[in-house]
């Protein structure tokens, strides 16, 4: 037996976050992801593993590490000038307090990065960006922005980010902040007292398709360290467990949220993305517009959802072919769905093979294996009552 | 963990267990422990010919794919249809959960496998404790 992990390891210098003997305490099997040494998932003889860990989050509560995230502040009387400079959502709609999924372009319309827009203050704002793409976003953005009279600092190591995520993150959270969290509406940032430390930013934000909240405090590992095993006691009562990537990427996958490599990269653009709803054309000057406008009405692959209907699990890269055989297209991610309980992906295909119901296969070892064309996002968490 | 000494291992993480000419084949708790929740397994059908040191098959978990590599070489008289649709089994019972049993073409390919003694600390060195 040899393992072939589906995310390649990279060959640079490792870099860990301030909770990463905190992780390896608890017996996490540690994976390189992005130069990062992150915990993938904890040991299934404390209850976890990528399964239990991604159905804690869907039925009840888990956390994560999320501090190899990076953090850029734009601050000044530009800022959102800047901000709608260099991002394709509409920045202006921000109240003060208020969040956005959004995402940085190149002059071709496709992806440096996609990102939280964070509206912290009147001229303040805060951009959530990916580990793998921290300095490459930084040079970015502040390249980019310097016609603006506002500053831009990179506080991505000034933070240990920590998700808490699932139905029952609110209730966790609540007992260890002075902040009312159900005046806090999805995607709306406040400030609070959490385990003692003051002024804390706690965004409900996260990457799992489900309720939850990100909160950024000081990155010292002893600080880190105690507020994670604070929440984990916060927590029992509700069954929370620590979550690895491995649900990460299981949870963002049901719920047909983009990774940067995979759905999105400086090769495809918005539109095959699927990425509409957080484009908007109607305002002017970003970097970026003037490309889609052109790529609009061309697009030659569009991102859809597949379920295998056949025995096979897609996996990233595998290859998608139409039903006499012939190569089509490509899965950019693909896993069992644990909360599902099916085997799904995301693919790129010809528009003529988007529509919801058209079978397809996937190479899977040299054999096809028969798919087919799903409604997305596979996973949708239910309404609150 | 104890390994269990009634048979052998492989640097790949496989077991057999020989009984007379003919041997079962599975994936150690080292293995299973270090795939993860185990997902699908894809086996050989019956008549197939395993060659020692040739993919056989493949177990995947949430996350990795991963190729199951023959102990010994011989033809695959039955497999375990269990682990089809139960593949969970290999990691609540990694030792009990054969994937196939194999006439052996020769018996004494597996003097060269490791013993459960030797095998535990080959895991131990591999995994740097």
Redesign the interface.
């Known amino acids: 037996m040899s393992s072939v992990e589906t995310t390649p390891a990279t060959a640079t210098a490792v870099r860990k976050t301030a909770l990463n003997a905190v992780h390896r305490q608890m017996g996490a099997k540690m994976v390189d992801f992005n130069g990062w040494d992150m915990p993938v998932e904890y040991p299934a003889a404390m209850g976890c593993g990528i399964i239990n860990e991604h159905m804690a989050v869907r039925t009840g509560v888990g956390i994560f590490d999320v501090s190899h995230m990076g953090d850029i502040r734009l601050a000044g009387p530009k800022a959102l000038d800047a901000v709608q400079h260099i991002s394709m959502n509409d920045a202006s709609r921000l109240a003060v307090g208020q969040a956005q999924y959004s995402a940085l372009l190149y002059p071709q319309g496709t992806f440096v990065d996609d990102v939280i827009v964070h509206r912290l203050g009147e001229d303040e704002y805060l951009l959530v960006i990916n580990a793998g793409t921290r300095e490459k976003d930084f040079n970015w953005v502040r390249d980019n922005t310097r016609q603006f009279d506002c500053a831009v600092e990179n506080l991505s190591d000034d933070f240990t980010q920590i998700a808490i995520q699932g139905p029952k993150g609110v209730e966790v959270l609540q007992k260890l902040t002075d902040a009312d969290l159900s005046a806090v509406k999805f995607y709306w940032v406040t400030r609070g007292t959490i385990c003692g430390l003051r002024d804390i930013l706690i965004a409900r934000t996260g990457y799992t398709a489900e309720d939850g909240f990100e909160i950024y405090i000081p990155a010292d590992e002893a600080t880190s360290a105690r507020v994670w095993n604070e929440i984990l006691n916060a927590g029992k009562e509700f069954g929370v467990v620590p979550c690895g990537l491995g649900a990460r990427n299981t949870l963002r996958l049901e719920g047909k949220l983009p990774l940067y490599g995979h759905e999105i990269s400086d090769t495809i653009n918005v539109w095959e993305a699927g990425l509409d709803r957080f484009c908007k054309m109607e305002k002017t000057g970003f970097i970026g517009r003037a490309a889609l406008e052109k790529a609009a009405p061309g697009v030659k692959r569009t991102l859809v959802g597949l379920e295998m209907v056949e025995r096979g699990i897609a996996r990233d890269g595998y290859k998608v072919l139409d039903d006499r055989g012939s190569e089509i297209g490509y899965v950019t991610s693909g896993s069992p769905a644990p909360f599902l309980k099916k085997n799904i992906a995301l693919a790129y295909v010809p528009p003529e093979f988007a529509a919801v119901g058209t079978a397809v296969k996937v190479e899977i070892r040299g054999q096809s294996v028969g798919a087919q064309v799903v409604p997305t996002p596979f996973y949708k968490r239910p309404k609150k009552t | 963990m104890a390994y269990p000494t009634d048979r052998k291992y492989t640097k ?3 077991w057999i267990q020989a009984s007379g000419t003919t041997a079962t084949v599975g ?1 150690t708790d080292h ?1 299973q ?5 185990i ?2 397994v ?1 086996l050989p059908k019956v008549g197939a010919e395993l060659a020692a040191g040739k993919t056989f098959g ?12 023959a102990p010994a070489s011989g033809t695959v008289t039955e497999t375990n249809g269990d682990l089809t649709a139960s593949p969970e089994k290999v ?1 609540t019972d990694p030792h009990g959960s054969w994937m196939v049993k194999i006439a052996l073409k020769n018996a004494g390919e597996l003097d060269s496998l490791l013993s459960a003694a030797d095998y535990e600390k080959f895991v131990a060195e591999e995994s740097g404790h």
């Open positions: 790949e993480h496989e994936i293995a422990e270090s795939l993860g929740d997902v699908f894809e493949t177990v995947e978990s949430v996350k990795a794919v991963s190729d199951l590599y990691n």
